[in-house]
């Protein structure tokens, strides 16, 4: 750790003092829970609380509503982004914990604020709507809302504490099937069912996983299953998830994926139709910068692992922003190991929890200490660089 003593008690400070308004913020989210793109009241929160502190914000950056940006300290030097979500999800709302994220990040901004003019150089909050789904940060980086930004950070709710973890490349496929409908019980011989298809899509896929690389996840759903029970279906129509381990795999994976649809459509003797959204890219973890967020994790006394390969991982727009510049992407534990997962009504709730609140708050000192070392140390911004480089030339 290269972070002066007294800078470090000055950030740990700030983000006691905040400790009422950040539990505030924390749960008012939490208890208003919003879908991509439409965190309006979550979005207002937390720029009136930037606000209040009288820092500037600027709403509505990136052509999203809900994108917000604000900075403070002295321009022209370093600059190191915090990253807030906010977004939540259909039914089991902050199932993944993001208001805590949320909520991190402005602790950590806030605190940072304080000392950054001090340290030399500048932290900027950005507010990454979107990020189940959406793409926020993937518009932001487009927009250059990350451009001249010496690293990006954020924490994620667990059920541990992990300095790093796999995120996977994604993509979404949407296929329609379209066929002839008929009466299903007085004429089933003059129809072609387009549900068959899309049923023999998913079995076909299920014979295509012996040829999978470790790590390929496909998943999904039947989004339109048929009109009537009496109808042999005119439409059916489903969406998959497509995950790998990096891009190469998923673009493998993805025309399997494809010819298994225009297999299963041939069967039938239906059309199909098949749209791709653009999904995520893999996380690549500085682990530089990760190390040093660690070293302020124990410092605060919290015991992590640096990570853990055993562990099931989902995909992020942070894997995008990790291309483009250095980025941590740490997990912290608001459960016990294996008492809850993200997605689960059980992390809901524990994203509402006391422990869930403390761990924001402790992510929120991490994040804050970490920015401020790097705006203040050279040449941990030098060994940052330099594993960033790396590994984009391998
Ligand atoms: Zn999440």
Same mark, same amino acid.
């Given at each position: 750790?290269?972070?002066? +003593?007294?800078?470090?008690?000055?950030?740990?400070?700030?983000?006691?003092?905040?400790?009422?308004?950040?539990?505030?913020?924390?749960?008012?989210?939490?208890?208003?829970?919003?879908?991509?793109?439409?965190?309006?009241?979550?979005?207002?929160?937390?720029?009136?609380?930037?606000?209040?502190?009288?820092?500037?914000?600027?709403?509505?950056?990136?052509?999203?509503?809900?994108?917000?940006?604000?900075?403070?300290?002295?321009?022209?030097?370093?600059?190191?982004?915090?990253?807030?979500?906010?977004?939540?999800?259909?039914?089991?709302?902050?199932?993944?914990?993001?208001?805590?994220?949320?909520? #991190?990040?402005?602790?950590?901004?806030?605190?940072?604020?304080?000392?950054?003019?001090?340290?030399?150089?500048?932290?900027?909050?950005?507010?990454?709507?979107? &990020?189940?789904?959406?793409?926020?940060?993937?518009?932001?980086?487009?927009?250059?809302?990350?451009?001249?930004?010496?690293?990006?950070?954020?924490?994620?709710?667990?059920?541990?504490?992990?300095?790093?973890?796999?995120?996977?490349?994604?993509?979404?496929?949407?296929?329609?099937?379209?066929?002839?409908?008929?009466?299903?019980?007085?004429?089933?011989?003059?129809? #072609?069912?387009?549900?068959?298809?899309?049923?023999?899509?998913?079995?076909?896929?299920?014979?295509?996983?012996?040829?999978?690389?470790?790590?390929?996840?496909?998943?999904?759903?039947?989004?339109?299953?048929?009109?009537?029970?009496?109808?042999?279906? &005119?439409?059916?129509?489903?969406?998959? #998830?497509?995950?790998?381990?990096?891009?190469?795999?998923?673009?493998?994976?993805?025309?399997?994926?494809?010819?298994?649809?225009?297999?299963?459509?041939?069967?039938?003797?239906?059309?199909?139709?098949?749209?791709?959204?653009?999904?995520?890219?893999?996380?690549? +973890? +500085?682990?530089?910068?990760?190390?040093?967020?660690?070293?302020?994790?124990?410092?605060?006394?919290?015991?992590?692992?640096?990570?853990?390969?055993?562990?099931?991982?989902?995909?992020?727009?942070?894997?995008?922003?990790?291309?483009?510049?250095?980025?941590?992407?740490?997990?912290?534990?608001?459960?016990?190991?294996?008492?809850?997962?993200?997605?689960?009504?059980?992390?809901?709730?524990?994203?509402?929890?006391?422990?869930?609140?403390?761990?924001?708050?402790?992510?929120?000192?991490?994040?804050?200490?970490?920015?401020? &070392?790097?705006?203040?140390?050279?040449?941990?911004?030098?060994?940052?660089?330099?594993?960033? #480089?790396?590994?984009?030339?391998?």
């Amino acid at each position: 750790m290269t972070l002066a +003593n007294d800078l470090a008690q000055r950030i740990d400070a700030a983000v006691d003092a905040d400790a009422p308004a950040l539990t505030e913020l924390s749960l008012k989210i939490h208890a208003h829970p919003e879908l991509r793109f439409e965190e309006v009241k979550a979005a207002a929160w937390i720029c009136e609380l930037v606000e209040r502190h009288a820092h500037s914000v600027e709403r509505g950056i990136g052509g999203m509503p809900t994108a917000f940006r604000a900075r403070a300290g002295k321009p022209g030097g370093p600059r190191v982004a915090i990253l807030a979500e906010y977004d939540a999800l259909p039914e089991i709302g902050h199932a993944c914990g993001h208001n805590l994220i949320a909520t #991190s990040a402005v602790g950590a901004f806030l605190a940072a604020a304080k000392v950054a003019k001090d340290a030399g150089g500048e932290v900027v909050l950005l507010g990454t709507p979107a &990020e189940e789904g959406g793409g926020g940060k993937i518009k932001l980086l487009a927009a250059g809302a990350f451009d001249g930004i010496d690293a990006a950070m954020m924490f994620h709710p667990f059920d541990r504490d992990l300095l790093a973890h796999t995120a996977l490349a994604s993509l979404w496929l949407q296929f329609t099937f379209r066929g002839t409908p008929s009466h299903a019980a007085a004429a089933p011989h003059t129809g #072609s069912s387009a549900l068959t298809a899309c049923m023999d899509l998913f079995r076909l896929v299920d014979g295509q996983r012996v040829h999978f690389r470790d790590g390929v996840r496909v998943h999904g759903y039947i989004t339109d299953g048929g009109q009537a029970v009496n109808i042999i279906p &005119e439409r059916a129509a489903c969406e998959l #998830s497509v995950r790998a381990r990096d891009t190469l795999e998923l673009e493998r994976v993805k025309a399997i994926v494809l010819r298994c649809g225009k297999a299963a459509a041939m069967a039938s003797g239906v059309e199909v139709e098949i749209a791709t959204r653009q999904g995520y890219k893999d996380m690549v +973890n +500085n682990m530089t910068l990760a190390g040093q967020f660690g070293a302020h994790l124990g410092a605060l006394g919290r015991r992590f692992v640096e990570t853990d390969a055993s562990l099931g991982a989902g995909s992020t727009d942070m894997g995008d922003v990790s291309h483009a510049v250095p980025s941590i992407h740490p997990y912290l534990g608001i459960v016990d190991p294996g008492a809850a997962m993200c997605h689960e009504h059980r992390f809901t709730a524990a994203a509402g929890s006391d422990r869930g609140t403390r761990t924001a708050l402790d992510a929120a000192k991490a994040l804050g200490r970490t920015a401020v &070392e790097l705006l203040t140390d050279a040449r941990l911004r030098e060994a940052v660089r330099a594993e960033f #480089s790396a590994h984009k030339k391998s």
